[in-house]
């Protein structure tokens, strides 16, 4: 009943896996995916900041740091579900709520309740700050299908998921760092070099002909 | 959009674990936890039986097979939530049904369609049937408990877990097969002989003493 | 010696894998493979019946949910084993049956004994719901094979394994829902789209150049 | 060549593991580490904060997000290497210093390169910020370690680690958060109940008479 | 269709885990266990040598690395199969015998072929290599046994295969390694200190005790 | 303090991956890897030996089984380390060589440690054995990074590892097993069939042809 118990609970995070129920080459936790979106915001507020925006940063590293801890009460709930039903999605949303609202009154010391309530809100709101942090999480669950497809992934959901994810980022084109995400990020990322099985037999090709001509100058 | 679908997606169940977000030694897929429900409903249907009750086996092994089925659309939610918020477990079953239904309709073939509608139906109702399942269901979930507090597990959450399943289970005493389970494979689990870790060196020296007293016999 | 130990050796067949010393993308336990086996006979045999058949559906689930529990007392041979040694897999069977008797004379009440035995012969007869069960087995099989294959698998096995499974279903072509399986559902599953890399450029690019020109004309 | 490879970059912390070459009940990664130190660092600042401290906010939560971004280039040298030999440790400080040096230069963009430097600088330094990361370090390396001997790890490295983290905590006894550990956190931890195989035995004895005493008095 | 087929076979011995189908906290894949007696032979042979004995390293080396190559065709039977049924082993070093023959015909070129007959033969013969190699076998066994013992593994199934891995070896005691193992390593391995929940309190309060004199000291 | 806690140290090179923090869709130990290069450089003598070339076996052997050990101090360091920095390479060499030393002199029986003094050095010296050694360490790898590739992984890494694998292995063509190796086993590997998608499709309608043909033939 304490401190202890939330420190603790972080590693629960450890095990909970994204878009359970379909096959994945990886498999990303709650608590990787939070690390990652930490660390993406932090690179779209430094461009932000180059813009000249101001950036509230402590409250932007909060929300990315925060923004899936109430899925220790949840669990991460299928993908489909939440493409298919936005009106489970909402109610989800309340529902999470409710349990962060109760597990602060029966786990926190109460000097540290305010301030961990707010921490605990959702944080995708119409801020700058918001607005990072939606755009950060579909970043890295567009890496997550990216790095399916580039695997082999047959499931057609990672298309599906690639889609819906970059749609929703585009959405936010007004950002610099959108557009930075979209004409220099995105543009790397497609242009990516695609490794075939027929690269390793001019490989070994070329190193045994080099090797042979060595040889063959020796003499 | 068929058959084929629906046979491909059986697998996903394979990924799909039981409480997800806290630590355990083993996991439990959905998949699994299907086939094992389907071996306990068997066996309690047979105590039943020998009862003098009329079973339908048909009903009851579909009933075991298809009851977790749409587990597909929406994961397993939290074991916590489930026990904290009956409210959202309604809730969550009504999603279920709809979407569900959706499935059916996108991808079954028409002449299917109302038999396996009867059969992805919420099969715990009150016939025999439904409460064998119901009992089977809180008996698989009852060994995975006891499974994890046998090695060791410190998460108290099991031992919650144990009580409710425990509890739900004595729910169903009228039953004959719930007495069974009671008076005979309760008893043999919880006198089950507790590993130690001293047994190792006993046996060590029981085995170097016969072994010596054999050698100085023989001399 | 006792139910207990019967229910609590159910989870073995969560630890034993199919296939092993191959390597796979996903793995697959006894378990999974028997709940698969269970979903697939339903389907079958609601197709049979359809056609006029009177299917004894007790027999047959028990068939299936059964059919792998020797497993347990001598793990999953290796395929190319099975498909090489005809002659072993007679003896292994052999084998299984006589551990299976002496597991039931040892573990279980002798009230069920009897009509376990029953329940742990080789199901694989000729009548219709043996029949049944020896293609949903090698449905299975198809399908596991399927799933390596799609997603790239090198190992020349897969195909042979596909192959060989296959082949064995065809031999039941006299069964209504074999020639369903192979009008209908090995159509969907040989014509299923294949993703590739390059998808991911041209749904980029549309998505891309939809939100530009609706962007043109905004202005 | 750019910031696409580093946010791809931020996959590969999610497999490597921390302490590599122990048995292990429960894995954690760099990229999950990460996360917690984030969080941990959040709390032990708020903490700070209500004592009156000024905590420079967007470097702390920069430190911890980016502390061990370095070991990409390294991975985690195992844990016995760095308690025994401080003298490798310091120069793989060194190392990783010029490998991340070498890194900037070659992949980031020029127009980010100063302020990411910046951020990959050893933040363990003097400052308030710093001693806080170096806290908050040791405190989920105590929690990994608590982890596995309250899971019954016989590896005795684990009890040489807790020791080592706490008393490298305790040199930081002049800090309030600190103090708030040692004195409540730290409580909370040892006084957890431990889970007894004995506990069952008497929740199941407690239910069955409770349900014994109430079928009674219905009669 | 020759020796690159061979190499690759090696990797398959990683994907053939020991004793499947009973819960293990730690899994020993054929490769590692082969490993393992290598190193082991090569322990109980520098005690040989040391003994006066001539050891024939070559062979000796051989026969461990080579020992367990055929399970790659059969899988690893599970352990209750090998101990309860003597004649089932018997048949299948046959059936190993004649595949390993089969695979030499097809896949090896017929230069190699005589000395690898040699090599897959099986090793635990009279001579004293083979019989060191029998011991080793069991010593490695008795570990892993051990390892889920100390771990807390509630299966019983570890108990009997440590009893039986001891009472094989103890059968070798005219060896002087054999001595050398039930005199000194036997002897470190049963009086190895028991990791206890207790001992965590103990070292927090000695370090809190003994910082706690230290700030008094300072004052 | 003795052999007890050798033979249990070497099951922690089970759990010491190879190519940490990169994405691999298998995973190979310490512990897997010696036994591997331990059968490869069996197969390279032989074909020293019957090229005329004295083979020291026992000290071939030991090379093997030993090379890798001292990774049970240090870990596995990341192979762009390793490839990027020689200086770096050399110097954990050195900490290696100290940190066995010291091992030896806590940890081994005074009468055992010379020996093991030359076990544990490093093994890849300009002797037959040691080249041979270097060659087998380089295939296997070539190995680990050929079946990344022929599965698909994404990652750049893996061909340079092949090249540079590949590179090192060519610089012993003066060896006849490395001729051997290059002409006959490296040939037969680029040679490998690709498994494509396609094939099944028309192994299927293989099948069902000749399955056709054989039904209109019978009537």
């Known amino acids: 009943m304490g401190i202890h118990k939330y420190f603790q609970s972080l590693s ?12 994945k080459y990886q498999e990303h936790s709650v608590a990787s995916h939070s690390f990652k979106v930490a660390t993406i915001v932090q690179f779209l507020a430094t461009v932000e900041s180059a813009d000249g925006q101001e950036v509230d ?6 929300k990315a740091i925060n ?10 709930i299928k993908t489909p579900v939440k493409y298919a039903l936005p009106k489970l999605r909402e109610l989800f949303s309340q529902v999470e709520g409710s349990m962060t609202h109760e597990y602060l009154d029966k786990e926190f010391p109460s000097q540290f309740r305010k301030v961990y309530e707010e921490r605990f809100k959702e944080g995708k709101d119409q801020s700058l700050e918001g607005r990072i942090l939606a755009v950060a999480d579909k970043i890295d669950l567009l890496y997550e299908a990216f790095g399916e497809i580039q695997k082999g992934n047959p499931e057609s959901l990672f298309f599906q998921i690639y889609k819906e994810a970059l749609s929703s ?3 936010f084109r007004d950002l610099a760092s959108v ?4 004409h220099v990020i995105l543009k790397e990322m497609i242009s990516e070099e695609i490794s075939s099985h ?3 037999r001019s490989i070994t090709k070329a190193l045994l002909q080099s090797k042979e001509s060595e ?3 020796k003499k």
């Open 12 to 23: 629960d995070l450890e095990g909970i896996y994204r878009c359970p129920g379909v096959f």
């Open 57 to 62: 940063w402590k409250t932007l590293y909060e």
């Open 67 to 76: 923004h899936d801890y109430s899925e220790l009460f949840t669990g991460d």
């Open 169 to 171: 980022i585009l959405q």
């Open 179 to 182: 557009r930075y995400f979209i």
């Open 198 to 200: 027929t690269r390793i």
């Open 215 to 217: 040889t063959a100058r």
